[in-house]
């Protein structure tokens, strides 16, 4: 009997599909229908032979219309889909998932009536994209079966293709309220770090709308290590590494590694360089823990890396994010145009520089301040031991006068010594006659002026000097974390690079107020005196320097 699915052989299909209901159809993949009344009554139940029968066409990369049929990571979601109705989809790039749940959900409106499943795409023009291939998926839809479900177009506009037998696929940037039967949300992580409101409605909004057992799927490259997509991800992990039994509302982590996608292969010769040889015998070593087994890292995928990162201008953390080998690799990558990101990951993350309990009772307190002009106010909390910056604790609102700060500290089980001020606190204001100095004096606090900064230019690269010297407690700082990974250069348009100006963005606020708790401490570590971290500083200089995210001096 022959095989009709073309892009996985039968043995690779009894080993993605084992323990779920797909095992009982095989058969229907080993022949072909005999003639119509057969396709309808005995092959078409199953969704898994319509997703690949090509009743639905899609657009390929050259734009050409062709008939749909899995490739072999769709196929892997799908098991993953029968063993367990929510995922979280961690992927490298390229791998149709998008394509695929499109198709799952449009198969579904087409069976099913009565249904509204929602898409959820990262912007407009993403959004726009969705409807077109829908709308392109139903054009091409078979008139034959059209007339046999006697379906009909009800409704069809911007977010919005609907049928006449009351099934509908709303097509959205967000997703505030509303029931759906089924969700799927494309670049979580994109949409997280650039719309966490948009991101907020949804995870608030229609994800508690859907009844437990239902289909929601999210998916995304890692875009970072903070945001919403990495938390739940994370979480996900985890439960499945307790070996917990998952409720309908809970995630399976689902991961798809270059190394599987069939497409990632080169037959042209590379020459491997030492770091790629390094990152080889890492890469086995990781993807076993993962997945229990060693990769297939045949010389053409080899080369085929060596290629990519050759594309990327050998960058390992940004090729990581875009095409990771293990789910750790992914979220490796910080964002473009950070100040401390790379640092940060060096010097904090990769040396252990985040601990619990870091809080130590026979040290003074000290608080750097940021008085934002925005109206968000930052406290960060901070011990000082020897060279060591132990930042402990951290607090940020909006829309409170500074009394409500000073309450917060003086709440805080700390022993406070100083809180560390910008200059500009000095400034009266017009309507009182006092500045925020005097106002803080006022209340109790030991306020201290700190100098006029020579330029913010020049204080971020203290402030990258002191990296090094950082300590963050794990429980308490999740926010001033996610500042040093975010806090960036503005980008020009124009001119396509970064300026040398900071981007003053929901992260400039702690930026500066650490970039403040630097400038405090500066004389007293002496840092730049520091002959063992100087050594290595001068031999960074030439990678470094006017980088954006380096350790230039």
Same mark, same amino acid.
């Given at each position: 009997?022959?095989?009709?699915?073309?892009?996985?052989?039968?043995?690779?299909?009894?080993?993605?599909?084992?323990?779920?209901?797909?095992?009982?159809?095989?058969?229907?993949?080993?022949?072909?229908?005999? *003639?119509?009344?057969?396709?309808?009554?005995?092959?078409?139940?199953?969704? #898994?032979? +319509?997703?690949?029968?090509?009743?639905?066409?899609?657009?390929?990369?050259?734009?050409?219309?062709?008939?749909?049929?899995?490739?072999?990571?769709?196929?892997?979601?799908?098991?993953?889909?029968?063993?367990?109705?929510?995922? @979280?989809?961690?992927?490298? =790039?390229?791998?149709?998932?998008?394509?695929?749940?499109?198709?799952?959900?449009?198969?579904?409106?087409?069976?099913?009536?009565?249904?509204?499943?929602?898409?959820?795409?990262?912007?407009?023009?993403?959004?726009?994209?969705?409807?077109?291939?829908?709308?392109?998926?139903?054009?091409?839809?078979?008139? &034959?079966?059209?007339?046999?479900?006697?379906?009909?177009?009800?409704?069809?506009?911007?977010?919005?293709?609907?049928?006449?037998?009351?099934?509908?696929?709303? @097509?959205?940037?967000?997703? +505030?309220? !509303?029931?759906?039967?089924?969700?799927?949300?494309?670049?979580?992580?994109?949409?997280?770090?650039?719309?966490?409101?948009?991101?907020?409605?949804?995870?608030?909004?229609?994800?508690?709308? @859907?009844?437990?057992?239902?289909?929601?799927?999210?998916?995304?490259?890692?875009?970072?290590?903070?945001?919403?997509?990495?938390?739940?991800?994370?979480?996900?992990?985890?439960?499945?590494?307790?070996?917990?039994?998952?409720?309908?509302?809970?995630?399976?982590?689902?991961?798809?590694?270059?190394?599987?996608?069939?497409?990632?292969?080169?037959?042209?010769?590379?020459?491997?360089?030492?770091?790629?040889?390094?990152?080889?015998?890492?890469?086995?070593?990781?993807?076993?823990?993962?997945?229990?087994?060693?990769?297939?890292?045949?010389?053409?995928?080899?080369?085929?890396?060596?290629?990519?990162? =050759?594309?990327?201008?050998?960058?390992?953390?940004?090729?990581?994010?875009?095409?990771?080998?293990?789910?750790?690799?992914?979220?490796?990558?910080?964002?473009?145009?950070?100040?401390?990101?790379?640092?940060?990951?060096?010097?904090?993350?990769?040396?252990?520089?985040?601990?619990?309990?870091?809080?130590?009772? *026979?040290?003074?307190?000290?608080?750097?301040?940021?008085? !934002?002009?925005?109206?968000?106010?930052?406290?960060?909390?901070?011990?000082?031991?020897?060279?060591?910056?132990?930042? @402990?604790?951290?607090?940020?609102?909006?829309?409170?006068?500074?009394?409500?700060?000073?309450?917060?500290?003086?709440?805080?089980?700390?022993?406070?010594?100083?809180?560390?001020?910008?200059?500009?606190?000095?400034?009266?204001?017009?309507?009182?006659?006092?500045? =925020?100095?005097?106002?803080? +004096?006022?209340?109790?606090?030991?306020?201290?002026? #700190?100098?006029?900064?020579?330029?913010?230019?020049?204080?971020?690269?203290?402030? =990258?000097?002191?990296?090094?010297?950082?300590?963050?407690?794990?429980?308490?700082?999740?926010?001033?974390?996610?500042?040093?990974?975010?806090?960036?250069?503005?980008?020009?348009?124009?001119?396509?690079?970064?300026?040398?100006?900071?981007?003053?963005?929901?992260?400039?606020?702690? &930026?500066?107020?650490?970039?403040?708790?630097?400038?405090?401490?500066?004389?007293?570590?002496?840092? !730049?005196?520091?002959?063992?971290?100087?050594?290595?500083?001068?031999?960074?200089?030439?990678?470094?320097?006017?980088?954006?995210?380096?350790?230039?001096?």
């Amino acid at each position: 009997m022959s095989w009709t699915l073309k892009n996985i052989t039968e043995e690779q299909y009894k080993e993605i599909y084992a323990g779920t209901p797909a095992m009982d159809i095989i058969d229907l993949f080993k022949k072909e229908p005999k *003639n119509d009344e057969d396709a309808i009554l005995n092959f078409m139940p199953s969704k #898994l032979w +319509r997703l690949n029968s090509g009743i639905y066409k899609i657009e390929n990369k050259q734009g050409e219309l062709i008939p749909f049929e899995m490739n072999w990571a769709q196929h892997m979601v799908y098991a993953e889909y029968l063993r367990h109705p929510r995922l @979280i989809i961690l992927k490298s =790039r390229q791998q149709g998932i998008s394509t695929f749940w499109l198709v799952f959900f449009f198969d579904d409106m087409i069976i099913k009536d009565n249904h509204k499943f929602g898409l959820m795409a990262q912007g407009l023009k993403e959004a726009k994209n969705l409807k077109e291939r829908i709308i392109l998926a139903w054009d091409n839809y078979p008139e &034959a079966l059209k007339e046999f479900f006697g379906l009909k177009v009800e409704k069809q506009n911007t977010d919005e293709f609907a049928l006449n037998k009351g099934s509908k696929i709303y @097509i959205a940037t967000s997703f +505030r309220s !509303g029931t759906l039967q089924g969700l799927h949300i494309s670049e979580y992580g994109k949409i997280a770090n650039k719309y966490p409101e948009k991101a907020r409605e949804t995870k608030t909004g229609s994800m508690q709308a @859907i009844k437990a057992g239902l289909p929601v799927i999210i998916e995304s490259t890692a875009e970072g290590s903070k945001n919403d997509f990495a938390k739940m991800w994370n979480s996900a992990v985890l439960l499945k590494e307790e070996g917990k039994k998952l409720s309908g509302k809970d995630f399976r982590p689902v991961f798809l590694s270059w190394v599987d996608d069939p497409t990632c292969i080169n037959d042209i010769p590379q020459v491997l360089t030492k770091e790629a040889k390094e990152y080889f015998d890492l890469l086995e070593r990781e993807y076993e823990k993962w997945f229990g087994k060693l990769p297939k890292l045949t010389n053409e995928k080899k080369w085929w890396w060596m290629a990519q990162f =050759r594309e990327f201008n050998f960058d390992r953390a940004l090729i990581g994010q875009e095409y990771p080998g293990w789910p750790e690799e992914a979220f490796s990558a910080t964002k473009d145009g950070s100040y401390y990101g790379k640092l940060f990951r060096q010097y904090i993350v990769k040396a252990k520089h985040i601990v619990k309990d870091l809080y130590d009772p *026979n040290l003074p307190v000290y608080v750097a301040m940021d008085l !934002g002009m925005n109206d968000t106010m930052v406290l960060v909390f901070f011990q000082v031991w020897k060279k060591e910056l132990r930042i @402990i604790d951290e607090y940020h609102n909006s829309g409170e006068g500074l009394e409500h700060y000073v309450n917060i500290m003086k709440a805080k089980p700390y022993r406070i010594s100083k809180v560390y001020v910008p200059h500009d606190a000095k400034v009266k204001e017009l309507g009182t006659g006092k500045s =925020r100095y005097d106002i803080l +004096r006022s209340l109790g606090v030991n306020a201290k002026l #700190l100098p006029k900064t020579r330029s913010v230019i020049n204080d971020i690269e203290l402030v =990258r000097q002191a990296i090094p010297y950082m300590w963050f407690d794990e429980d308490n700082t999740d926010y001033l974390q996610q500042a040093m990974l975010n806090y960036s250069k503005q980008w020009d348009e124009n001119l396509g690079k970064w300026k040398d100006k900071p981007l003053h963005d929901e992260w400039s606020n702690p &930026a500066d107020a650490i970039r403040y708790m630097v400038i405090s401490q500066w004389n007293k570590l002496k840092i !730049g005196v520091d002959t063992t971290l100087a050594t290595k500083k001068t031999s960074r200089r030439s990678s470094y320097t006017n980088n954006a995210d380096g350790l230039s001096l």
